[in-house]
């Protein structure tokens, strides 16, 4: 792969655009703040991150999160083209578009968890539950084994890039029309979901596109010049600018969840210091620590110290391992190849995060709601679209907006037009929702 197609500025479903000389702004410094403004993205302000929301004390949503993986996402690409330009004085000349490699980064960034349903990772789970275990099986032999795949193995990931790409009824063209290089650097599992949930390769431990946009990825994987590992079940290797996404997202929320620990009396300030200062080597920090009486100050400098370690150590790794990346031989993430000296203690936090965080009874508890809600609105929504039998069947179709319905008979295109209703909810909503239809709140007209 070579970065004079990697980087394009092409846009899906508007590629005949051509920039003005006028714009105040990059294509990839639009793309961000197209996302910015867009609904989807204020919806993650309430999704779920790890712990429930709302609460008295505040914790990350889904929405800060993705603030905060742009920011360390846009430093990894900056980083990147500055060491560039110092080995190639004539780097932009040659490579027009490599100096925008923090605003693509920082784009994919903000869109990463667009995909993401209400409840976290447990939102995924709640769906493909319905389908694989509960009445949702039924519906198995009316769909084709890669649909099927699609349905018992919902992933966000490629639901961000249906999103981003998809036509929805009554919304003009239906995507955002964001770059093909912005796009393709959110891809993290650029597989068909047949192909996919096969540890053996990185790009293949989960997937990034579902059956209705595999010839969308196709299109922007070609242009971009990605390189095809098989046709049938498609798979390509990763752009390699996911890998700066992926990073920025490992750093965020394996040092930030420390730091909502804190907050929530989770972890004791003395757990966090073991665990971060290992990773800061700083020879004042420990003066200016004591200095310090807040805690929640002291884990804040700790986080913020960490966090540009990490950077450091990912930005060189994606430097060396250049190379590699272009070829799409790189088969681990930048976190998993940072020096010895920083690995150790990365782990762990990760094994800390494990034990304590993700497994706490408020992140449980969360995970159960999840289940319930979620399924219990498939339970309802799926077999009222489906079937639209009886006089409830039409009420509860009622309540689905005309953008998430579809003009296609078949039942995968009106199982994915629920799952688009379904998953685009934030937990409030997914909440009070389930509330009304199962009779356990009265709705009011107010």
């Known amino acids: 792969m070579e970065w004079e197609k990697l980087l394009s500025a092409k846009r899906w479903g508007n590629e005949k655009k051509v920039q003005s000389a006028e714009e105040a702004r990059s294509e990839f410094q639009i793309d961000y703040d197209r996302l910015i403004f867009s609904s989807p993205f204020r919806r993650l302000q309430n999704k779920t991150q790890v712990f429930p929301l709302p609460g008295s004390v505040f914790v ?59 409840f976290g990772h447990s939102g995924e789970t709640a769906i493909s539950h319905y389908f694989k275990e509960r009445e949702g099986k039924q519906y198995k032999e009316l769909v084709t084994e890669t649909q099927w795949r699609d349905i018992i193995k919902f992933e966000g990931n490629a639901n961000a890039l249906r999103i981003l790409t998809h036509s929805f009824a009554g919304k003009g063209n239906g995507s955002f029309a964001l770059t093909y290089s912005t796009l393709a650097s959110i891809a993290k599992y650029p597989c068909a979901s047949i192909a996919g949930h096969n540890k053996k390769n990185i790009y293949t431990k989960k997937y990034g596109f579902f059956q209705t946009e595999e010839e969308t990825f196709r299109k922007i ?74 805690e929640d100050a002291k884990v804040g400098l700790l986080r913020a110290r960490s966090i540009s370690a990490m950077v450091r150590a990912c930005s060189d790794v994606f430097f060396n391992e250049q190379e590699t990346l272009l070829k799409g031989d790189f088969n681990k993430s930048l976190t998993d190849a940072i020096p010895s000296e920083l690995s150790n203690a990365w782990r762990k936090i990760a094994e800390v995060s494990i034990e304590r965080i993700y497994n706490n009874s408020s992140v449980v508890q969360i995970e159960v709601a999840g289940y319930k809600v979620i399924g219990g609105l498939l339970e309802e929504f799926i077999p009222a679209y489906l079937q639209n039998d009886s006089s409830y069947h039409e009420k ?11 003009g296609n008979e078949d039942t995968y295109s009106k199982i994915m037009a629920v799952l688009d209703f379904v998953s685009g909810m934030t937990d409030i909503y997914a909440v009070e929702l389930y509330r009304k239809i199962k009779g356990i709140s009265f709705p009011s007209m107010s």
């Open 60 to 118: 990350h949503n889904r929405l800060t999160h993705s603030l905060e993986v742009a920011s360390v996402g846009r430093s990894l690409g900056r980083i990147f083209y500055n060491k560039l330009k110092e080995q190639q004085a004539d780097l932009d000349k040659n490579l027009p578009l490599i100096s925008e490699i923090g605003n693509i980064v920082a784009a994919a960034c903000i869109a990463h968890d667009m995909g993401n349903p209400a």
């Open 396 to 406: 509860l179709v009622q309540l689905i907006p005309k953008q998430f319905l579809t």
């Open 221 to 294: 994987a070609e242009e971009l010049g990605l390189e095809k590992v098989q046709d049938a079940p498609l798979v390509y290797k990763r752009h390699p600018l996911v890998y700066l996404v992926e990073a920025a997202d490992d750093i965020c929320y394996n040092i930030i969840d420390l730091e909502d620990a804190h907050r929530l009396k989770i972890l004791t300030y003395k757990e966090v210091e073991d665990l971060l200062m290992p990773l800061c080597f700083s020879e004042n920090l420990p003066k200016r620590l004591a200095e310090m009486e807040d």
